[in-house]
């Protein structure tokens, strides 16, 4: 049987992956998302991209690139996928609202910008640092480990041991299960010496109880009056 000959395949269209074909895995932002999500459901598995981000940049897609909302992404080819970036790198300018915005009047950059993807993590962390570094008040909750938005710890987020929280009717309980007989039904200890006060007492009114009353003074005569 003759051989079929080989068609000549440009070496920049290798590697690329036809309209027909399907990725299992795509990298995109520096995330691994399954082939098989439609272009809504693969950003929202970006961290810094919310379910509605998603659905306005699956739009601008559509709008500028021709590119579907319903179409898997493991079937968009590589240049695609390269415009897809842009546009999640870069959302403000080709339209995205400035409020759906993550970095607002950022103090570096001097602008308004959005960051997704491990640029959201780093530029979170850098965040943290500084206001550690400047020992402002959220720096000193943040290096301590402690909230910093105002929430209750005495109840929730607790870090520590807790001191000050266990009621005196509990910490009494515990004293009187520790002493010798103790149990939940024994009495409460008494306070130090105040038996041995208590028995004195009792000994030095006896006697006195036991002894006669005496005798009351008898009132002396009037004096006769003088005649």
């Known amino acids: 049987m003759a051989q079929e000959p080989k068609q000549n395949v440009p070496k920049a269209q290798e590697g690329k992956p036809k309209a027909s074909e399907a990725i299992n895995i795509v990298r995109i932002a520096g995330r691994d998302i399954n082939g098989k999500y439609d272009i809504v459901a693969a950003l929202r598995h970006i961290k810094g991209i919310s379910h509605s981000m998603a ?55 001097g602008s308004d910008m959005h960051l997704a993807g491990t640029d959201l993590i780093v530029k979170t962390k850098q965040d943290m640092d500084s206001t550690i570094k400047l020992q402002s008040w959220i720096g000193y909750r943040r290096q301590y480990g402690q909230r910093v938005r105002g929430q209750h710890t005495r109840s929730t987020g ?13 910490q009494e309980e515990a004293k009187r299960a520790r002493a010798p007989g103790g149990g939940p039904g024994a009495a409460a200890p008494k306070e130090e010496g105040a038996a041995p006060a208590a028995a004195g007492a009792a000994a030095q009114a006896a006697p006195a109880a036991s002894q006669p009353a005496a005798a009351a003074p008898q009132a002396k005569p009037a004096k006769e009056e003088k005649k």
Not at 71 to 84: F, R
Not at 158 to 170: A, D, F, P, Q, S
Request: proline share 4%.
């Open 158 to 170: 607790r870090t520590g041991e807790t001191v000050g929280v266990t009621k005196k009717k509990i």
């Open 55 to 109: 659905n306005a940049l699956a739009l601008l897609a559509e709008k500028n690139f021709g590119i579907a909302p319903s179409t898997t992404i493991g079937s968009l080819e590589e240049d695609k996928l390269d415009k897809l970036e842009t546009i999640i790198k870069e959302p403000g300018k080709f339209g995205v609202p400035r409020f759906m915005l993550n970095r607002r009047e950022d103090t570096d950059a």
